[in-house]
């Protein structure tokens, strides 16, 4: 390049101070601005978004003046489309002088499609000896197309502002953290390097029409599952909770197949223990929901209190039910059967291995290689089925752990693993408890309504257990009688007999067994349920038509057509001759029989809509934002569910492998864990020689 030239790249113009920010500044007058683009305006003197550059040369200024040109003609390009006659000035206000213009319209005709015809415009236009003629169909063009490009970038980036504003309501995280540098960055490469000027929404649009328009949209989908309910009822889920200060608070939630929706949030501390007072705040949430809509209210507590109320309910609505999860009354099966003196000593044993491996780091090196776990430990989202889901762990791990002691040269160590006890003990404690696991497993991995199921499922893994125990009935019977009395004083509902009446899959199978649980469950339902005495007679004889396959049930009856099809959707088609039946069987069958606490709200959102002192606007604005979080978290978790309750990391603190007294890690090097004192032997003396247990799974029983 000659002296005299001078260069197009702006780049050579400027540099970069501040390649974090894209902060560059001028050559000449040493003023920064934001990128180079903004250089080329402040070079050029145009005058705009940047102060003109005083110390600019006038070359340079041309030139620069010229490329912005260039640049503006190319876009404008691309935007307009290309005009007839590209050679016209491009200043914006030009005009050519009255004597240098001839114009005349002429009006003609086009042909536009099969026989529409448009009105072309002709403007002619001199300037300098030179006529141009410009057709302006319907206006002009170029104008009409910038501005509908402008619409649909304006609607692109209002869509994807709600896009952002949905992912902060759902996740229920702090507004604040959009103004995040690492955010920007974080969206600006996503978008790529193209899009480096997206404006992400404020605080303001986030709290302000972003949020009101979330809100408008989440108002409509409850209004559609609400809606759901004159055809296949609800139920009325409570989720109670002490907070760090003491409160008692709760919230509930309106289940169906739709969806699960959030209905509020309440702090009922004062109350709690007031029979009066406790059944009057869930008569009020029957009534908003409206009690021909609700079937049943599944509670989380078996207080006594609680449990006073829900009678009370169920004497004054005749049409509702009352019961416990499911899931909850399946814990405290494994919890009052893991304070079994037999079943506690061995969990302990147990938890004694894994605290020690787990407290000496060349001991858990060592059983890594040695086994295929991480970790012998199984971290569980359901807490109670830990410990057992951690002892079958164990013993799959039986010969790796004991050839892990023997081969490390271990002797004493590998002698203290003699003893038959805790293996035979430990098989036993699987026995029992590993089919009530399963249970809870199918329950927190169902996306469908289990109240078809539950019933039988409960009786499959009392079966399971029994076999197990090789029929013997002074071996099983005293965990049978665990689960019947849970069973029979909380969990059971004449609700899940019916559902397994009326369930054809099971209904129709060679091995239904209908005892007198299951005929007086159906009974009652149609009694209570039914309020028409002349619909109960007529349900009766439809349900004979049902138990004789008569009608379009004969064919319904057909293995595939009662096993392949969900319950409901079987009653849809094949009911069709019976609303009457068909409408009970559907109310019924599409009922929950868990509780709340499977969702796994964020408890601290409602702990804080519940604070006091916050002004009306700053409360409704909170109301709003935990009514769309809580929904949009509903909504959305189905596509989460996962049949494994088993967590793929374990908390560093938990009770399993932190050693209450001493240090957790071994300071004596490599071998330190070989010259264990007798303590130490203490906790390996309860590792045994036995047979582990195969897999062991609720009873699957085969249709014929």
Not at 16 to 36: E, I, L, P, T
Not at 476 to 486: A, L
Request: a neutral charge; aromatic letters at 8%; glycine letters at 6%.
């Amino acid at each position: 390049m000659n002296a005299n030239e001078v260069s197009a790249n702006v780049h050579d113009h400027g540099k970069v101070v501040d390649q974090q920010k894209n902060r560059v500044q001028c050559n000449y007058c040493a003023k920064s601005m934001s990128g180079f683009s903004r250089l080329r305006y402040h070079l050029g003197c145009v005058k705009g978004d940047v102060t003109p550059c005083g110390e600019v040369p006038e070359n340079v200024k041309e030139l620069m003046k010229t490329k912005l040109l260039e640049l503006k003609r190319g876009s404008l390009g691309k935007e307009v489309g290309t005009l007839e006659y590209p050679d016209l000035p491009w200043k914006r206000k030009w005009y050519p002088s009255p004597s240098a213009i001839e114009h005349r319209k002429l009006q003609t005709t086009q042909k536009a499609g099969s026989d529409s015809r448009k009105d072309v415009q002709k403007d002619t236009v001199s300037e300098n000896g030179v006529t141009k003629e410009v057709s302006l169909p319907n206006g002009r063009r170029g104008s009409q197309k910038v501005e509908d490009h402008k619409e649909r970038e304006d609607s692109s980036s209002r869509q994807a502002k709600k896009c952002i504003g949905r992912f902060f309501y759902e996740l229920g995280t702090d507004l604040s953290a959009a103004t995040s540098p690492s955010f920007q960055r974080m969206i600006t490469a996503a978008l790529g390097c193209g899009q480096i000027g997206y404006k992400l929404p404020s605080c303001q649009e986030l709290k302000g029409w972003i949020l009101k328009e979330e809100v408008k949209e989440m108002q409509q989908y409850v209004k559609d599952v609400r809606n759901s309910w004159a055809n296949t009822g609800c139920s009325i889920l409570l989720d109670g909770w002490m907070d760090e200060k003491g409160r008692n608070l709760i919230n509930v939630l309106a289940d169906c197949p739709k969806g699960t929706i959030y209905i509020r949030s309440c702090d009922i501390s004062a109350f709690i223990a007031d029979v009066d007072a406790l059944q009057f705040f869930i008569e009020q949430i029957i009534e908003e929901v409206g009690v021909e809509n609700v079937v049943q209210i599944i509670t989380y507590s078996i207080s006594d209190c609680m449990a006073a109320a829900g009678q009370r309910l169920m004497e004054k609505f005749r049409t509702v039910f009352w019961t416990v999860s499911a899931s909850y009354c399946i814990e405290l099966m494994l919890e009052k059967i893991g304070m079994m003196d037999p079943i506690r000593g061995i969990l302990d044993k147990a938890k004694a291995i894994t605290k020690f491996i787990h407290s000496h780091a060349t001991v858990l090196k060592l059983m890594r290689n040695y086994t295929s776990a991480n970790t012998l430990v199984k971290p569980s989202k359901i807490k109670l089925a830990k410990p057992f889901l951690t002892l079958e762990n164990i013993v799959s791990e039986k010969d790796n752990l004991q050839n892990m002691f023997v081969s490390s040269g271990g002797k004493r160590v590998a002698d203290l693993v003699v003893d038959p006890a805790f293996w035979t003990g430990a098989i036993m404690v699987l026995k029992a408890t590993i089919p009530l696991v399963r249970v809870l497993s199918w329950i927190n991995g169902s996306d469908k309504p289990q109240m078809g199921y539950i019933y039988d499922t409960m009786d499959q893994a009392k079966e399971a257990i029994a076999k197990e125990f090789k029929d013997k009935k002074s071996q099983y019977m005293p965990f049978w009688e665990v689960i019947d009395e849970i069973w029979n004083k909380h969990l059971y509902s004449p609700l899940h007999s019916t559902g397994y009446y009326l369930n054809p899959h099971f209904f129709y199978s060679s091995d239904f067994h209908c005892d007198a649980e299951v005929a007086s469950g159906i009974l009652c339902c149609i009694v209570r349920m039914v309020p028409d005495l002349h619909v109960q007679d007529v349900i009766g004889l439809q349900l004979d038509k049902y138990l004789w396959t008569e009608g379009a049930f004969a064919q319904g009856s057909a293995f595939d057509q009662r096993t392949n099809i969900p319950p409901v959707l079987w009653w849809s088609h094949y009911g069709r001759q019976h609303p009457e039946f068909q409408r009970f069987a559907t109310r019924i069958l599409s009922q929950t029989c868990d509780g709340a606490s499977r969702y796994e709200l964020k408890k601290s959102l409602a702990e804080k809509l519940l604070m006091k002192g916050r002004n009306p606007i700053e409360q409704q604005r909170l109301s709003d934002l935990i009514f769309l979080h809580y929904n949009l978290h509903l909504q959305g978790f189905k596509s989460r569910l996962n049949a494994d309750i088993v967590l793929e990391e374990i908390d560093p603190m938990d009770d399993w492998i932190v050693e209450e007294a001493k240090e957790s890690s071994s300071q004596n090097g490599d071998t330190a864990w070989m010259d264990l004192d007798c303590e130490d032997r203490t906790i390996i003396e309860d590792l045994v020689n036995g047979r582990g247990p195969s897999s062991i799974q609720p009873k699957v029983e085969t249709r014929s």
